[in-house]
Structures are given as C-alpha cells and as structure tokens.
C-alpha cells in the first residue's frame, strides 16, 4: 500500500493556491509542500517581513493600492524561483497581471469554499482588515461573490471539505493535480 504524500516526481512548476481567507492556502500548503518535498512559501509573509509590520497595519499605513503593488513585486518574486507550494492573500487572484505571472511560472489551484466554512473560519480572527465592519459576515458574502469569478479562472479547482484533516485535504488537491502536464518530472524507477 502507498503511504500518502510519497513523492512520486520532482516538482517542475510552482504550484500557487488562491481563494478566500480561511479556505486553508497556508494550512493545506504547508502539508502540500511537505508532502511534495518542496518549500512553501506565503506572500503575505514575505511582505509582512519585508515591511516589519502586519498586513492590517500596511493596509492601515500605506492603503490597500500600496499593498497590492507589493503583493505583484513578491509573486513575479516567488514564482521565478525554484518550484514551490505558494499561498496568497485572498485578493491577490484577483489582479491580472498576478494571474498572468501565476499562469505562465506555475499552476493555479482555487480552494473553493462556503461561506458558512470560511465564516467559521474567521469570525475569531481579528487579523483580517477587509473584514473590519459593522457586519464582518455580510461583508465576507459580498466578498465571496464579487471574488468567485476571478478565482474560476484558476487552472485547477478543489472543493474544501470540512470533515477532512488538513493532511487529506493536501492529498485531495495533490491527487486533481496529477493530471496537469508538465506539473511533475517522473523520477525512474
């Protein structure tokens, strides 16, 4: 019987998911890049480091244009270099040329979720600056459905499920990417 998360080739592309806050990207990644063998690595991260302040203090700060511009200058970053698991920020999909340089350097993958799931997901969170409003889970519906459209464009959909644990969810989306091509080099055997 094959263990779950054998490697079964090299990664030749990166591999990026996309979707709302609280679809998994960060959890769901990081036991994908494991499971593949590879780094995972997480734009908003990387620009809270570069920036020494949380997303919500840049948003606060500097507004969201000026985030968004850093948020491309890291993708077109993280994408040129060696394949990895990549997560981004909920809007990060939404702009075309982040899904130009996604498309072209590697394989988008929407982690498509409810809104009942994302909402139990976040409603705790205060980490979240879009959703600071008078009504947080109205706020996150119309985000959903504003975002929907852009987040179909991805290359592979994977429907999260609550009932699986964060490792069968990384199975489930590294099992709908097996039949990207290119994706993965073969090792021999």
């Known amino acids: 019987m094959q263990q779950t998360g054998q ?11 996309v979707g709302m806050m609280g679809a998994g990207k ?4 990081t036991a994908l890049a494991r499971q593949l063998g590879v780094a995972f690595l997480d734009s908003d991260e990387e620009i809270v480091r570069a920036a020494q302040m949380s997303v919500a203090e840049i948003f ?16 077109e970053r993280l994408m040129s270099g060696p394949p990895a698991v990549v997560s981004t920020g909920g809007g990060a999909f939404l702009f075309e040329n982040n899904r130009e340089t ?13 809104l ?3 909402w ?17 889970k109205a706020t996150l519906r119309d985000l959903l459905a504003a975002r929907e459209p852009s987040y179909g464009l ?11 644990s964060v490792e069968e969810m990384a199975t489930k989306v590294a099992q709908a990417l097996k039949g990207v091509p290119g994706l993965m080099e073969e090792e021999e055997t």
């Open 120 to 136: 139990n997901r976040v409603k705790h969170k205060n980490t979240r600056p879009l959703l600071r409003t008078s009504d947080p």
């Open 7 to 17: 490697k079964t080739g090299r990664l030749r592309k990166s591999i990026v998911l």
């Open 154 to 164: 991805a290359q592979v959909v994977v429907d999260a499920e609550p009932a699986l």
């Open 60 to 75: 606060a700060r500097d507004g969201e244009p000026f985030f968004r511009a850093r948020e491309s200058e890291v993708i």
């Open 116 to 118: 009942d799931l994302l």
């Open 102 to 114: 996604i498309g072209r350097m590697g394989v988008s993958v929407w982690l498509r979720a409810d």
């Open 26 to 29: 960060t959890a769901v990644g």
